[in-house]
C-alpha cells in the first residue's frame, strides 16, 4: 500500500527521478517522458471519465486508469536479465486481453467506417479522442524508452490496445448521440 505523508522530498532538485528499484535517472531520461505520458494521458481519461457520466464507458474508464498505474509501476520497475524481479508489478495478459473483448464489444454496435473520423462529436467524444492522442504519445515514447531500456512487451501491447479502445469508444458515445463527424477531403478547397 502507498502511504505519502509528504508530498515535497527535494530528492528530485538535481534533475532526476527514482525508479522503484530506488535507482535514479534523469528526469529527461526516454523512460521518464514515457511515465509521464502515461500519467496525461491518464489525466485526459479523467476528463473523458467526467464528460461521459455513469455508464459502461465510464466503468470501463474507471478501471483502465488503475490499470495506468499498474504501466506506470511496470515502466518505472528496470527488468533484470530481461524478467521482472521480485513481486514487481507488471502488465498482464489479461489485462491486454480485457482490453481487446472491451474493443470489440463497443465496435459491435457501429457501423464500418468509410472514412476517417473528425475527432469532434459529443463533447465526451470529443474528450475521449483528446486522451485517444495522447495515448498515442504515450505509446510512442514507451516504444522509444523501449529502445534505450528494457520494457515489458505487455505494457506496449497495452498501450497499443488503449489507443485502439478510446478511438472505439469515441466512435460509441458518438453512435449513441449526433453521430461521427467524417472527414470530406477537399471539402474547405
Known sequence: MVKLNKIYTRTGD???SGLADGSRVAKSSLRMIAI????EANSAIGVARTALGAGVVEEALARIQNDLFDLGADVATPLVDGEAAGAALRIAESQVARLEREIDALNGDLSPLTSFVLPAGEAAASALHLARAIARRAERSAVAAAG??????LALAYLNRLSDYLF??????NHKGA?????VPGAQR
Do not use: C
Open 14 to 16: 538535481d534533475g532526476t
Open 36 to 39: 509521464g505520458d502515461v500519467d
Open 148 to 153: 534505450e531500456v528494457t520494457l515489458s512487451p
Open 168 to 173: 472505439v469508444a469515441a466512435r460509441w458515445v
Open 179 to 183: 453521430g461521427d463527424v467524417l472527414w
